[in-house]
């Protein structure tokens, strides 16, 4: 009796063990999420300021490969959710928090590439046009529509996430991401459309591709062990 009482003591031990070993590694997230979009708004950010700031062009709209980016995060999603044997509220919620991110991202890039044509065509219809007057020669030319800081609007957008999951799950490199991002936000209302986008490069590096390697290393390393 006594035995089968330890036995069953040691069973339950292990039982125990197990389960807060599972729930423990739920909290490993693995940063494949933030280095996809760190490397995707990364890149089109500081390849919009390149092209701006040296006059020349690859022949496409760079911030498309942030709309592609919505993709793989959902296949990303869909994975790591089959991966998980247990799933804690605080994850559920922090997956919602970049779901909707995601989706916002989406839409609002995809405002920001049609509201200028769609505008004009509105104005075009009323028999008005902007016109854009050059103030040294006189010359006039027309003007389509746009919004004004739109991609202040983007670093705006971008710290929600980044600062939301940096203070839930206590992670410091996406707490100081989240509140630099509010500082480029900050500065970009100062600021030419050239250097705004040249902030939102800045800030897909810092916001989530440095933060999201080192939660790769960290989910590496865990693995291993």
């Known amino acids: 009796m006594e035995e089968d009482k330890k036995l069953t003591e040691q069973e339950s031990l292990e039982l125990i063990t197990e389960m807060i070993h599972k729930v423990k590694n739920t909290y490993h997230e693995s940063g494949t999420g933030a280095i996809l979009w760190g490397t995707a708004v990364g890149i089109a950010g500081l390849t919009s300021f390149a092209q701006r700031h040296w006059n020349f062009s690859i022949g496409f709209d760079i911030w498309l490969i942030v709309l592609v980016a919505f993709i793989p995060q959902i296949y990303i999603s869909i ?21 909707v991110f995601g989706l916002s991202i989406f839409m609002l890039t995809f405002y920001l590439n049609v509201i200028s044509g ?4 509105f104005m075009k219809q009323d028999d008005s046009e902007l016109l854009l007057r050059t103030l040294t020669t006189g010359e006039t030319r027309h003007y389509a529509p746009s919004v004004p800081s739109g991609y202040s609007l983007l670093l705006l957008l971008f710290a929600m996430p980044t600062l939301t999951t940096g203070i839930g799950q206590k992670f ?4 100081i991401g989240g509140i630099l991002c ?44």
């Open 79 to 99: 994975r790591e959710g089959k991966n998980r044997k247990v799933v804690s509220y605080q994850e559920a919620y922090m997956d919602a928090v970049w779901l």
């Open 118 to 121: 769609v505008t004009d065509n």
């Open 172 to 175: 410091k490199p996406m707490i």
């Open 182 to 225: 509010y500082v480029y936000f900050i500065i970009s209302c100062f600021t030419s459309t050239k250097y705004d986008l040249l902030m939102n490069g800045i800030a897909g590096i810092t916001n989530w591709l440095i933060p999201g390697l080192i939660l790769r290393d960290r989910y590496l390393k865990g693995k291993r062990c």
